[in-house]
């Protein structure tokens, strides 16, 4: 090896928004209007903050989606993943596209009955089970994905005592070139615990294997990782076949697509890295296609896409409350929009713009929410224009996870509105109130 040059370390100053030597657009441009509505006119009506969805915007990036797909691949079928968003307006919105509802407790199983998803349209997938969710599922003809071995366990004593023949999947881990893997769920399949597990299904006639189920990770960047994975799929299927002679009628990768949202640390925007819903299908199918399963009988292929499908669609509108200067100069803004509300934030560099037209002198600031707590830090630095006290903003790209995993803390949370795809909004959550906290409470008596 060649004597390297001595080069002498020097310290550099990093620029917060600015990824390459050709920097970003240094102008922020606002955000005025989302679908025909006025952030004012929002704002006036439904206070602030408060989160508004797209309708529009969740039925055209669904389209997209299935469009990719079903372009590459025979027999495609989505399940709505609640965990990511389960307001019944937004999943209704999935539903009448012609998605499936796929769950991963006893509580979003009712949700998705009560929206009247069929039970045979029902995926359950998720380590906890109760066997009270499992009679639930078994009788409703569900399909209920196997996580571990002491589940499969209950099935098996639960069918013993029921008319029905459970239809199951069972969860596959694997390698897929990304780590740390997510081992936690479901059955190895390098290790061979997969193969155990679809040996134990089929040596009896209790159960009724038609799927094989794997969810790699989520804001998965590569989407190689799920050809590798939809190989190894059609692996065991082919398999299963051959031992079995019985054709797998599902293989179901998943979801954790990335959506367009930049990671904390990321160099480059997420707009500019994550993969396409044709990359993410091009993987998928050449790993189908491309594998020993027979041509005649392929398996349906189920995606469970929660996030790239309804991030987008997702705003949160808010109003500064004061900027001040922090003992080092920096510039601060206080807005009504705290971490309680935007739980992506501990991972994401959410894109916030301004709601009218500013200044185009920029300064790097911290953007802090109300709540009296140290982390409560929307954005550690973020070139952002000078906003006064009362100005509104516009945070984009939040429909997912926020408003699942969001916290009833110091304050309550706020309403959440629909636009139609007539441009009309519509509350499909309403602002809580004293008593919806209260209510729960109960105050022992030497107490009262
Ligand atoms: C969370 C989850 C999904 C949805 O993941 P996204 O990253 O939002 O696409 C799908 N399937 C299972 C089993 C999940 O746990």
Redesign the pocket.
């Known amino acids: 090896m060649e004597k390297q040059q001595f080069e002498r370390p020097y310290i550099k100053k990093l620029q917060a928004g600015m990824p390459s030597k050709f920097g970003m657009k240094p102008k922020a441009e606002p955000i005025t209007h989302i679908d025909d509505n006025s952030v004012a006119d929002l704002i006036g009506e439904f206070g602030s903050p408060v989160y508004v969805i797209s309708e529009k915007t969740i039925r055209e990036t669904y389209k997209r989606a299935h469009h990719a797909f079903t372009t590459r691949y025979p027999k495609v079928q989505f399940a709505w993943?609640y965990?990511?968003n389960y307001l019944s307006a937004v999943c209704q919105v999935f539903h009448q596209e012609g998605s499936w509802a796929?769950v991963?407790s006893g509580f979003e199983y009712d949700k998705a009955l009560g929206n009247g998803v069929k039970g045979s349209q029902i995926i359950f997938?998720?380590p906890d089970k109760t066997e009270k969710d499992l009679k639930k599922a078994i009788e409703n003809d569900s399909l209920i994905h196997i996580d571990h071995f002491d589940e499969m366990y209950t099935i098996l004593a639960l069918s013993e005592n029921s008319g029905k023949k459970p239809k199951v999947a069972i969860r596959i881990n694997m390698d897929t070139g990304v780590y740390p893997i997510w081992d936690r769920f479901g059955f190895n399949y390098e290790n061979g615990d997969a193969w155990d597990a679809v040996n134990r299904i089929m040596i009896n006639d209790k159960m009724e294997l038609i799927g094989l189920h794997a969810?790699i990770g989520?804001?998965m960047m590569s989407a190689n990782s799920y050809k590798i994975a939809a190989g190894k799929m059609a692996d065991l299927a082919h398999g299963i076949d051959k031992k079995y002679g019985i054709s797998i009628k599902y293989i179901d990768l998943?979801?954790?697509?990335a959506s367009k949202n930049t990671l904390k640390g990321a160099y480059y925007p997420g707009s500019d890295t994550a993969p396409s819903f044709e990359d993410y299908a091009e993987a998928i199918s050449s790993g189908l296609l491309n594998s020993e399963l027979d041509p005649r009988k392929l398996p349906t292929l189920i995606l469970?896409?929660?996030?790239?499908l309804i991030d987008d669609a997702g705003y949160l509108l808010g109003s500064v409350i004061a900027n001040k200067r922090l003992s080092s100069g920096h510039r601060a803004t206080i807005v009504d929009v705290g971490i309680n509300l935007l739980f992506t934030s501990f991972w994401y560099e959410h894109e916030v713009y301004p709601a009218a037209p500013v200044s185009d002198h920029l300064e790097e600031t911290t953007i802090y929410g109300p709540l009296c707590m140290n982390i409560d830090v929307l954005r550690e630095s973020i070139a952002f224009p000078l906003l006064k006290k009362g100005d509104h903003f516009v945070i984009k790209r939040i429909g997912?996870?926020n408003m699942t995993q969001w916290m009833q803390f110091i304050t309550l949370r706020p309403n959440v509105v629909m636009i139609d795809l007539k441009g009309k909004p519509h509350i499909i959550r309403e602002q809580e109130v004293m008593d919806n906290i209260t209510q729960q409470e109960k105050l022992p008596e030497h107490l009262a």
């Not at 998943?254 to 697509?257: A, E, T």
């Not at 469970?304 to 790239?308: C, K, L, M, N, V």
Request: aromatic share 14%.
């Open positions: 993943s965990k990511t796929e991963v997938n998720g969810h989520t804001y998943g979801g954790g697509f469970e896409t929660g996030r790239a997912a996870y």
